[in-house]
């Protein structure tokens, strides 16, 4: 059955060390999501995502627009990060355990990865609605997409990590 994301209670964050000592975080604002879940039988399930890379957020103006140029993301030639799932599979750790994988394009580079996923519902909501709920992460090495803008700190070590960590807190309405 299609099922619509619910942007007001969903996100998509990601994680990256700031000169080797600790991490900042940031999210994307603007996304969507459409799923095409099989209630009984999730493996057979699917979704696709497509997020704006201009709305990312670290709650830095200037580190945002960085991230926005050339030296990443490169919003102007490249504005959109997509996902498509290839596959869902149980990963027999419990109920609700997947793993998802799928293409990742990020600066116009595609490539497969794995999310670690809880799947929750589906439920029903007060007003009547079937919902259904996915908790996903995974770690990924940015130079991969081409992501390389880096500098090199005086004590040595990078400015930015290379290793970004992505999670994503979906929450899926079943379409009418």
Known sequence: MPYTIDPAHSSFEFSVKHMVIAS???????????????????PQSSA??????????????TRDN????ADFFDVEKFPRITFQSKTVEAK?????DYRIVGDLNIHGVSKEVALDAEVSGPVKDPWGNTRMG??????????????NW???????????????RL??????VKSA
């Open 24 to 42: 900042t975080k940031g999210r994307f604002a603007t996304f969507d999501a459409t799923a095409n879940i099989d209630d009984a039988n999730l």
């Open 48 to 61: 696709t995502i497509s997020i704006d890379a201009a709305s990312i957020d670290t709650r830095d103006a």
């Open 66 to 69: 960085h991230l926005r140029s």
């Open 92 to 96: 027999g750790k419990g109920k609700g």
């Open 134 to 147: 996915v908790s996903a992460q995974t770690k990924i090495n940015r130079k991969d997409w081409g992501l």
């Open 150 to 164: 880096n500098s090199v700190l005086e004590a040595g070590g990078l400015l930015v990590g290379d290793d970004v």
């Open 167 to 172: 999670t994503a807190e979906l929450e899926f």
